[in-house]
């Protein structure tokens, strides 16, 4: 799915604009399959392939709760596809497609800020508790950790390059990324990564594997990387197991 590197993925009005931009460019597409939904169902590559472009972006739209009138979008898909006259002048549409925008990002904030404060509250209260487990160690920053296997190589520094493997889940143990299950281990600057893991890392001889939890301001915080099965300000737990320091 992705790395953990939120320095470099960190982006908070992203989703956003992605957001927008499909649906700017995909609203008469996507709701013209609305508009047909009696229509015999799709046999060829043709049919099956407008129909394929028209439920994603409806979709979209629908899960993005972006507000459109089903028979104004099929009308101008239908204007736009015979190159006719527009019913509605250039400026007007411009005007239009900008307020969408902004009322689609609004919504798109109140989702996220809500998503946020259940995140933050779960999170805390879940740190809390685990922190009273024996096995569990608290460092000043927040970032917990406990140790599976001790090994017996070096530990690297922040400005090493490390070999691992590692398994990201959400609190209720939802597999997010996985290097096991891309059956590779990951490579990477150790002072590229999300803090929590520079942090972390840096205390682990090589060998070990340990259990990171990783508060939300050590991890992504607000900020969530492009197709992440977690939301904004998420504890999340890796197991990690620190393979190698790698020549540089």
């Known amino acids: 799915m992705y790395r953990p590197q939120p320095r470099l993925t960190r982006a908070s009005g992203a989703a956003a604009a992605s957001l927008l931009v499909v649906a700017s460019l995909g609203c008469a597409n996507g709701s013209s399959a609305a508009q047909n939904q009696e229509a015999p169902t799709p046999s060829s590559m043709e049919e099956k392939a ?4 028209g439920f994603n972006l409806g979709r979209t739209l629908h899960n993005d709760e972006i507000p459109a009138a089903i028979e104004q979008i099929a009308q101008g898909l239908r204007d736009g596809f015979a190159d006719a006259e527009p019913k509605v002048t250039e400026a007007d549409m411009a005007a239009a497609m900008q307020e969408l925008q902004q009322v689609a990002q609004a919504a798109l904030q109140e989702r996220l800020s809500a998503s946020g404060a259940k995140n933050r509250e779960e999170g805390a209260a879940f740190l809390a508790s685990n922190s009273g487990r024996d096995a569990v160690v608290t460092l000043p920053s927040g970032l917990q950790y406990e140790v599976l296997t ?3 190589g070096p530990k690297p520094s922040s400005t090493d390059v490390v070999r691992v493997h590692y398994r990201g889940t959400t609190l209720d143990g ?4 996985s290097s096991y299950e891309r059956g ?3 490579v990477f600057p150790l002072n590229r990564v999300i803090s929590g893991w520079t942090e972390g890392l840096q205390l682990m001889p ?6 990171l939890f990783v508060p939300s301001a050590l991890g992504y915080g607000s900020n969530a990387p492009p197709g ?7 504890v999340l737990v890796f197991e990690v197991e620190l393979l190698a320091i790698e020549e540089q």
């Open 206 to 211: 090589v060998g070990s594997k340990w259990k």
């Open 50 to 53: 407008s129909y394929a472009i």
């Open 150 to 152: 001790t090994g017996t």
């Open 228 to 234: 992440a099965k977690f939301g904004p300000d998420s």
């Open 174 to 177: 939802l597999e997010f990324d």
């Open 184 to 186: 590779q281990p990951a």
